[in-house]
């Protein structure tokens, strides 16, 4: 299993403003994943992220609101940019298992409230 | 796409058994996750199926029927601390990402 550590686990920003959260992972991993969790909703794949290439977005999620980084094989970041009140959800970093079933390891998230 | 579909809320007794259902409707099935998340924490693995049949893990089994679209994850001897949402997510379409279900939130009373 992979250990995810994230930063901030909390943030309350004005809106129109931008937030980066990070995401460190005590192994090197080829895929970092980043997900939406808005409340009472499912998780919901933003984009994926490889080191050394631009990430892939979901449909509905655009780089220039969500723009992310992957400087090396253990660390990626997730700006939420430009914040609305419809942003404030709980955004999770993800990494794929090794293994047959190749699960899923989430970090415990970052509650982000827009006012 | 994927469509999963799941109950938004249980209720049951402590000591007793529950069954938490999850149909879906997928090509090219490749496999469906059961997570458990509790409230302000990530969602935790707990069992994967991608042949048909129950998968037994301790309290908890899973079963699957491809045919059916249909999974359910069974929790024995239920526990306070089992209070918590549970997540099916199903793995297909040509992706090796699952989709998540909206989740079903069990609350285990006295």
């Known amino acids: 299993s992979a250990v995810i550590s994230q930063k901030p686990s909390r943030d309350i920003c004005q809106r129109g403003t931008s937030l980066t959260i990070q995401c460190q992972v005590d192994?090197?991993?080829?895929?970092m994943f980043w997900y939406r969790q808005q409340p009472g909703q499912s998780l919901t794949l933003i984009a994926t992220a490889n080191q050394g290439s631009e990430a892939t977005y979901e449909s509905g999620f655009v780089i220039d609101k969500f723009p992310i980084s992957r400087p090396n094989l253990t660390f990626s970041t997730l700006t939420v940019s430009n914040m609305s009140p419809e942003d404030s959800s709980i955004y999770l970093c993800s990494v794929e298992g090794t293994g047959i079933t190749d699960t899923q390891y989430f970090g415990p998230g970052t509650r982000l409230t827009v006012l | 796409g994927q469509n999963i579909d799941q109950p938004t809320e249980m209720t049951a007794t402590e000591g007793a058994i529950v069954q938490i259902n999850c149909t879906y409707q997928?090509?090219?099935?490749?496999?469906l996750f059961w997570y458990q998340q509790h409230a302000g924490e990530a969602p935790t693995f707990l069992s994967y199926n991608v042949l048909d049949g129950l998968e037994e893990k301790g309290r908890f089994s899973s079963f699957l029927s491809r045919s059916k679209g249909y999974s359910y994850l069974l929790l024995k001897e239920l526990q306070m601390k089992d209070s918590a949402s549970y997540l099916c997510?199903?793995?297909?379409?040509?992706?090796?990402?699952?989709?998540f279900g909206r989740g079903t939130s069990l609350i285990v009373h006295p």
């Open positions: 997510a199903v793995r297909g379409g040509g992706s090796y990402i699952p989709t």
């Open positions: 997928t090509s090219g099935f490749n496999g």
């Open positions: 192994s090197q991993v080829t895929m």
